[in-house]
């Protein structure tokens, strides 16, 4: 598993109240080692998440639940350089991605 910095779920309880991921195709800013995306694909449709961190991308890749990697893909690269289709997405989150 990643290294965990909210071990206590307060973060990810936070997010899941500010908005539905149900059946979503989602797009996740900045995912670091997958600390959100673990608690998120379960509900989405699809998770496209990406970073410009090679080595954080790797490790969520690696840590990945094996039942949740057809529905999520880690991909390495910045906000300025991802390319996403017009309207592939239904919701864009991201967090300490600043």
């Known amino acids: 598993m990643p290294h965990v ?3 206590e779920g307060a973060h990810l309880a936070a997010i899941l109240r500010a908005t539905d991921f149900s059946s979503k195709r989602v797009l996740e800013v900045g995912c670091g080692e997958g600390r959100l995306t673990f608690g998120i694909a379960p509900l989405a ?12 991308a790797a490790l969520a890749r690696a840590e990945f639940p094996w039942e949740l ?4 893909r880690f991909e390495v690269a910045s906000a300025g350089e991802i390319e996403v289709p017009p309207q592939s997405v ?3 989150f ?3 991605s600043l």
């Not at 449709?45 to 954080?56: I, Q, Y």
């Not at 990697?69 to 999520?72: L, T, Y």
């Open 5 to 7: 910095v909210d071990a």
């Open 45 to 56: 449709a699809s998770v496209l998440a990406f970073d410009p961190s090679s080595e954080d």
């Open 69 to 72: 990697r057809e529905k999520v």
């Open 90 to 92: 239904d919701l864009v």
């Open 94 to 96: 991201f967090s300490w």
